[in-house]
């Protein structure tokens, strides 16, 4: 067994244990307190000087006795706004709930952190360490970097991984290129003249207009980008009116844009704008098309992803790690680091339902539950890359 993966799992207890703590309070959104205190807490009794970025992120840097490149490794904190429903022992109960293991990725980290320490010898150059708030959000990444998250020291390269319900565990799987979609949040307003039902000609209705959007919106996939170019259009809120025989005043329309070039994303995302503007002008009515949140594309750098994943082999074993060429519509906020360093972004099987009837739910699902087997295997590859990387990247 790899030297790593020993150490990892003789702390295998206390970061379940850890992620426990977590999984119990979960915190939604940009503030985090009670999970940016533990998180501070734990790396100050590690040693650790952390730092507080932005409202709830945290930053820790250990360096080694040579000197050389610095190594980023993120791990994001933030739970959703949902009720759990597992039967576990620790379950959430504030209305909030860590459906898509930021808890797991929260002790992960942490683990690592600990595995540094113990090997603090073979660093050369620096580690840091980010635990990032609101990646549900899409802001968390954005702000961080904007508050200088890649500088003092400058960041070389940069690394998460996320666990996969439903994905057997510990294996790990890593796209090449860009293979994880970019996501436009947007709302859109139609503002009209509200009427009586029996007199239309009265009023400007809005929701007429809302209707010639949302299908004009949908034309632009199917006439204006090639076909072999992946995108998708979901409006998944639309609301307007009270009675059944009065016109509103308004509608407002919700959903999402996704795509995976980024390129392409920016011309539909303008012609949107166009459709929705002129639709609205055309049947005698106003719109704006509102940005919520966004995240660009995610893009692996392909160098990145063969070296490290060589080294990950040496912790899961040659079998244990899959590379593939394609993309999915699912959305990381991890994305904008890869536009700022090389980057890699892996995930790492938590169970499926032939290991255990409890694993395997969806993502972001009431009743998922995750294999917490696997985190002393992400703790171990979290430190063995970076530390493995600086040693072949002086």
């Known amino acids: 067994m790899n030297k790593f993966m020993e150490q990892a799992q003789s702390i295998k207890e206390q970061i379940i244990a850890v992620r426990r703590e977590i999984h119990s309070n979960p915190e939604v959104g940009a503030k985090l ?15 650790y000087e952390p730092e507080e970025i932005c409202e709830s992120g945290i930053v820790a840097t250990i360096k080694g006795n040579k000197p050389g490149k610095t190594f980023l490794l993120r791990a994001d904190m933030d739970a959703l706004p949902m009720e759990e429903a597992t039967n576990c022992d ?3 109960t504030n209305g909030a ?9 929260t002790a992960m980290l942490l683990g690592a952190a600990k595995l540094l320490k ?3 010898d073979l660093i050369e150059g620096t580690v840091k360490l980010v635990f990032q708030p609101d990646e549900e959000g899409f802001t968390g990444a954005k702000k961080m970097i904007g508050a200088g998250v890649l500088k003092n020291p400058d960041v070389d390269a940069a690394m998460a991984m996320h666990v996969n319900s439903g994905t057997p565990s510990n294996l790990v799987v890593c796209g090449l290129g860009t293979s994880i979609g970019g996501c436009f949040r947007f709302r859109i307003v ?15 209705d809005p929701i007429n207009i809302a209707h010639h959007i ?17 995108a998708v259009i979901t409006i998944g809120k639309f609301v307007g009116g009270d009675a059944p025989n009065i016109i509103p005043g308004e509608v407002v329309m919700e959903g999402t844009f996704r795509y995976l070039d980024k390129e392409m994303g920016d011309f539909v995302i303008g012609r949107m704008n166009e459709i929705v503007t002129s639709t609205a002008k055309i049947f005698r009515g106003e719109a704006e098309l509102i940005e919520l949140s966004s995240v660009p594309p995610l893009t ?6 063969h070296e490290i994943t060589g080294y990950i082999k040496d912790i899961v074993g040659e079998q244990a790690v899959m590379l593939f060429e394609s993309g999915g519509m699912g959305s990381e906020d991890f994305a904008s680091y890869s536009y700022e360093v090389p980057s890699l972004y892996i995930i790492l099987g938590a169970g499926a339902k032939n290991e255990n009837p409890e694993f395997g739910e969806p993502m972001h699902n009431q009743k998922v539950v995750f294999n917490e087997d696997i985190l002393p295997t992400g703790a171990a590859i979290h430190a063995y890359s970076a530390i493995t990387w600086l040693k072949n990247n002086k």
């Open 33 to 47: 307190p009670k999970t940016k205190a533990f998180v501070i807490g734990k790396l100050r009794e590690m040693g």
């Open 118 to 120: 113990q090997n603090q």
């Open 214 to 230: 949302y299908s004009g919106l949908q034309t632009i996939l199917v006439r204006e980008i090639p076909a072999v170019k992946p």
């Open 90 to 92: 620790f379950k959430a």
């Open 97 to 105: 709930m860590h459906s898509c293991g930021h808890d797991m990725h």
């Open 190 to 204: 139609v503002k009209g003249t509200g009427c009586h039902g029996a007199m239309p000609e009265t009023g400007v």
């Open 300 to 305: 692996n750098n392909n160098d990145l992803a």
